[in-house]
């Protein structure tokens, strides 16, 4: 019994070694979403700060156990996959019709409670959203894709 | 015996009905699919008919299918909308998500080839832009 602690402990320590590099954060990026568009209510930008944009930035939030394997593999992964994605870090670089996909793909996954992702949410507790801040976020967001074809 | 029958038999009975509830929900389309405002070439048209249509449509059983994209009321929706949904379909359809894998396996011979693929990314492509006004 105590060698299979033992094992247990040797793998974790060796797993440390293989932890992946975790997607770089930056926080200057002059084609933010947020940051192109000053009049945006308060309400959405903390939803979209609390909610989206440790996967779909490039302002990720790295916990401590960020760096710890196997979990780094997870953070890493979902992160790398949810940039590629949707990362709003970038988003004046799309063009209008494809802001009016990705927005179709948002209200959607919003509305369904596809996004955030329950893994996420149940660690970050405070992330989830509820009917109102879905409104909010899909109100926002359909506004937005209107005024582009105005 | 009278035994093993019996659970044979219970067994049979619930496989079938599982795989009838877990189907895709799919349906042959009986009619053609209705977009009205939209200039659709027959060639698409077919494509669409063949492999899209069946859980996008408003009968559908699919209820997730219909309610992500439903053929039948696309050109209802608002400009941006449509908009958004074309692009959805251009890109779905192109990273090869669309027909779903589950879907293809039942039915191989609805599975998109690359020629097919081709001229509905391109149609979805220029009908957004169309749209768009640019």
Known sequence: ?150 | MKNLILILTIATASITFLSFTTGTGYEMPSDKVGLPAYDVPDDVQEIIDNSCYGCHNTDSKSTKGKMKLNFDKLSDLKQSKQIGKLMKISKVVKNGKMPTKKFVEKYPDKKLTDDETTLLVTWADNMAVELSGE
Not at chain 1, 15 to 40: C, G, H, R, V, Y
Not at chain 1, 83 to 88: A, K, S, V
Not at chain 1, 123 to 133: E, S
């Open chain 1, 1 to 150: 019994m105590k060698k299979v602690f033992y094992i247990i402990i040797v793998i974790f320590i060796l797993a440390q070694f293989l932890s992946p590099k975790l997607p770089e954060t930056s926080f200057s990026n002059p084609d933010d979403l947020i940051i192109n568009n000053p009049e945006m209510n308060a309400n959405v930008q903390d939803i979209l700060r609390n909610s989206c944009y440790d996967c779909h930035s490039n302002e990720t939030g790295y916990p401590w156990y960020s760096y710890i394997s196997p979990i780094s593999f997870l953070i890493s992964r979902d992160t790398k996959l949810g940039r590629e994605e949707l990362n709003f870090s970038e988003w004046e670089t799309l063009s209008k019709i494809e802001r009016a996909g990705v927005i179709d793909d948002i209200t959607d996954e919003v509305s369904e409670g596809e996004m955030p992702m329950s893994i996420y949410t149940l660690i970050h507790r405070d992330a989830g959203l509820n009917d109102q801040d879905k409104e909010i976020l899909i109100n926002w967001f359909e506004n937005y894709a209107d005024s582009l074809f105005e």
